[in-house]
């Protein structure tokens, strides 16, 4: 694996976790366990990140509609990987994904910057990322 790629996968793991610190804050406002839940948001972010970073980066149309699914793969993984942190059962990794989904749903306000943030995820890793003549070329089918 190439420095480039670990770099972005690290960039991305680091803007997820944010990311799912601040959608963690704005969906436990007053829960009695928010420190907690708000770790587990953190760190499931962390693994959803580290698991949709090839996702982010693109360029053109198809770059941003790739980093909008990675962004909800990765909202996926870090609401199941988070929650499973908080409650260890088997149907928590089938729930959270739906509670985190009905969450930003609910409040509309929480979608919205959960798709700002995502936004600036996809802007952030353009500025950050060189472009290489190196960088693998999708095949033409």
Known sequence: MDSIKVRRIILVTVLMSAIGAVIGVGLFPASDNRVVLII?????AAVGGTCSAWAFGSRGRKGWAKAFLGGLM????????????????????????VFVASGLLE??????????????????????????SSWPKPRQI
Not at 40 to 44: D, E, M, P, V
């Open 107 to 132: 409040a509309p306000h929480l979608g919205l910057i959960w798709l700002a943030l995502m936004g600036l995820a996809q802007l952030a890793v353009l500025w950050f990322m060189p472009r290489s």
């Open 40 to 44: 587990a948001a953190f760190g499931g």
């Open 74 to 97: 990765a909202t996926a993984i870090g609401a199941a990987v988070g929650g499973f942190f908080v409650f260890p059962q088997f149907e928590v990794l089938l729930l959270a994904p």
